[in-house]
């Protein structure tokens, strides 16, 4: 007993002699208390380029735009991917994408379920519009002219592709050619590159002609050899790409980032070197108006434009 009450004197010693008499003692009040508070991070705001190419260089086109607008507005910016124009189009009607760079065609559908456009680029040839090319390998000697389009097999980018397929059908239609008068139509395969992948078709035989948005084969010069592909036609010119917001976003954040949008200007180099990474010479003010010509041309060729429909 002795030697076990030694052992516990010996540990209680360092407690006593932290409750001097000098130390007043503290008084705890248990019924007062205070709910610790999480600071919310703002929520990025999420930007998707249609995925007309690849996603890497979706990415490396407009990573630099991004970082620009966040700098200039405090707004958060994320950049998502879409593998296919149709899950693009989806995601903005669930709201999943805030702020949308689309064709003109994809975003009169958007247009449909309650997006806005309000800004829209300077092409880089330096005009506020784009056309399609009809290309074909340079050494097809069947085909020298539209007509000569009759009964071949033709490769678009996609159903919802203002460059790469509508543009390119109403040039058919306006010359006599209906989509029956192919032997096929058939459309890139798998997400993003879509673009690229017409032109590699062409290039490899696998289709006897191909649309393309202008300015997509020189993203492959170094790739191939573009002197073994021919541009047979362009179409007509129709309004450029197109800054859309969702249905029900902020309005003041779509000022914001407006504004800052509207600020870049190609003559000078730090504004330059965003705007040609992102394959634009400007960015300028635009109105759901200046896309009617877009839905003029998707009546006449029977196209359905609204939500949920299959063009």
């Not at 058939?186 to 290039?203: H, M, S």
């Not at 084969?217 to 541009?231: A, F, M, T, V």
Request: aromatic share 10%.
């Amino acid at each position: 007993m002795r030697r076990r009450d030694v052992l516990l004197a010996g540990l209680c010693l360092p407690f006593l002699a932290a409750c001097g008499r000098d130390e007043d003692a503290v008084r705890v009040d248990l019924t007062r208390r205070e709910e610790p508070v999480l600071r919310q991070l703002p929520r990025a705001v999420t930007y998707a380029y249609l995925p007309q190419y690849a996603h890497t260089v979706s990415y490396e086109r407009h990573r630099l735009l991004l970082d620009y607008i966040g700098r200039a507005t405090a707004v958060p910016l994320r950049q998502v991917f879409p593998d296919t124009f149709e899950e693009h189009v989806r995601m903005v009607e669930r709201g999943e994408i805030d702020i949308s760079f689309s064709n003109p065609f994809a975003y009169i559908r958007m247009a449909a379920a309650g997006a806005w456009a309000f800004a829209r680029i300077i092409e880089p040839s330096g005009k506020p519009d784009f056309r399609s090319q009809i290309i074909c390998r340079r050494d097809n000697k069947a085909i020298n002219t539209l007509a000569d389009c009759r009964g071949k097999r033709w490769m678009a980018v996609d159903q919802s592709s203002a460059g790469g397929y509508i543009y390119a059908l109403g040039e058919f239609f306006d010359n006599g050619i209906r989509r029956s008068d192919f032997a096929e139509i058939t459309f890139a395969p798998g997400p993003g590159g879509k673009q690229e992948k017409v032109v590699l078709a062409v290039f490899a035989g696998a289709c006897d002609i191909g649309s393309v948005r202008d300015g997509t084969l020189e993203i492959l010069r170094g790739r191939i050899d573009l002197s073994q592909i021919r541009i047979l036609a362009e179409s007509k010119s129709y309004p450029g790409w197109v800054y859309c917001a969702r249905a029900g976003f902020s309005p003041e954040i779509v000022e914001k980032i407006a504004r800052a949008m509207f600020a870049l200007r190609y003559d000078r180099p730090d504004d330059a070197a965003i705007l040609s990474a992102a394959g634009m010479r400007g960015i300028i003010p635009a109105v759901d108006a200046d896309y009617d010509s877009v839905r003029r041309l998707a009546e006449k060729l029977g196209l359905d434009a609204l939500p949920g429909g299959e063009e």
